[in-house]
C-alpha cells in the first residue's frame, strides 16, 4: 500500500479542545505494516470511529509530551492496541514525561497498560528507533514540557515531519529538512507569536531557511484564533512557494512514489 497519513482533527491549545470548535483527535500514520496513532487528544476514539477506521488494528502509539489535548485518550488507543488487553502486542514511544513522569508531569499512560505493550520507550531528541517497516528519529521541541519531542518517520515513500508544540528554535531547519510532508502545529496566524508556539511566520521563515523544501505543509494543532485556515494556508503558500493544507477532520494524504494525493 502506499503511505498514507489521516487526520483526526485540526484542534489544539485549551480553547479549542475544550470547545472542540476544530476537533483534537490527533492524526494517523499508515504503511504496509505500520498503523501509528500520534497524539490522541480528546475525542480520538470518536473519531477513529466515526471515521470508520478501525481502531483494533493500531500497533504504536507516539505521544509528543504531556499536554491533554495531546495525551487524553491515549490509554484507550492501547486498549485498542492490545485487543482491550487481552493479548501483549504494540509499541509505545513518547517523551520521558509521558512514558515516566517527570516532576510536576505525570506519566499519562498507565503501568497497569503499559505492562500490556510489547515496547515501551521515552525517547530524547535524536534518539532513533526502528518501527515496524519505518524508521523514527526524535526531533527537538521548546514548549511548556521540557522533554517534549517531535519526531522525521522514514517511509519507503520520503520522510514525514511533525514538529509537535514548539517554539521557533533554529534546530527545526536541519531536522525537517528535505522531508516529503511537514506536519506543523501552527497555533496562531501571521505574526501572532505566542511562546512555546509556531505563528504562520515562524514556519515561513523556518520552511524558507531550508536547503530541500518540502512538497506539502499541513497545518495541525490550530487555536480557536486561527479563524480561516485556508486564507492562511494562501498566505503561507505566497511566502514559501509550496503546497499549504490545513488540517481538517477526515482529511486524508496519500504519498505515492512521484506524487501526493490529498483527499
Ligand atoms: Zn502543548
Redesign the pocket.
Known amino acids: 500500500m502506499n503511505v498514507e497519513i489521516i487526520f483526526l482533527g485540526s484542534g489544539?491549545?485549551r480553547w479549542a479542545t475544550i470547545t472542540q470548535k476544530k476537533p483534537t483527535g490527533g492524526f494517523r500514520i499508515h504503511t504496509d505494516e505500520l498503523k501509528l496513532h500520534v497524539d490522541p487528544g480528546p475525542g480520538a476514539i470518536v473519531r477513529l470511529n466515526q471515521l470508520k477506521i478501525s481502531p483494533w488494528k493500531t500497533n504504536s502509539l507516539f505521544i509528543?509530551?504531556?499536554?491533554p489535548?495531546?495525551y487524553n485518550d491515549g490509554e484507550i488507543i492501547v486498549e485498542a492496541i492490545t485487543n482491550g488487553m487481552t493479548r501483549k502486542r504494540g509499541i509505545f514511544i513518547g517523551s520521558l514525561t509521558v512514558v515516566e513522569g517527570f516532576g510536576e508531569y505525570e506519566y499519562v499512560i498507565s503501568k497497569y497498560h503499559q505492562s500490556k505493550l510489547e515496547l515501551v520507550k521515552a525517547l530524547y531528541p535524536n534518539d532513533e528507533l526502528k518501527l515496524y517497516d519505518t524508521t523514527i528519529k526524535a526531533t527537538k521541541t521548546k514548549?511548556?514540557?521540557p522533554f517534549?519531542i517531535g519526531f522525521r518517520l522514514k517511509t519507503k515513500y520520503g520522510d514525514i515531519g511533525y514538529t509537535?508544540?514548539t517554539e521557533f528554535i533554529p534546530s527545526l531547519i536541519k531536522d525537517f529538512d528535505g522531508v516529503r510532508v511537514l506536519i506543523a502545529?501552527i497555533v496562531r496566524k501571521k505574526n501572532e507569536k505566542i511562546r512555546?508556539?509556531l505563528c504562520s511566520n515562524d514556519v515561513i521563515d523556518l520552511i524558507n531557511s531550508m536547503e530541500n523544501k518540502p512538497e506539502l505543509l499541513i497545518m495541525n494543532?490550530m487555536g480557536v484564533k486561527m479563524t480561516n485556515p485556508l486564507k492562511e494556508a494562501k498566505y503561507i503558500e505566497e511566502n514559501t512557494n509550496i503546497k499549504v493544507v490545513p488540517a481538517k477532520l477526515g482529511l486524508r494524504i496519500e504519498l505515492l512514489k512521484n506524487n501526493i494525493l490529498i483527499r
Open positions: 489544539g491549545g509528543s509530551h504531556c499536554h489535548d495531546h514548549h511548556g514540557d517534549g509537535s508544540d502545529n512555546g508556539h494543532h
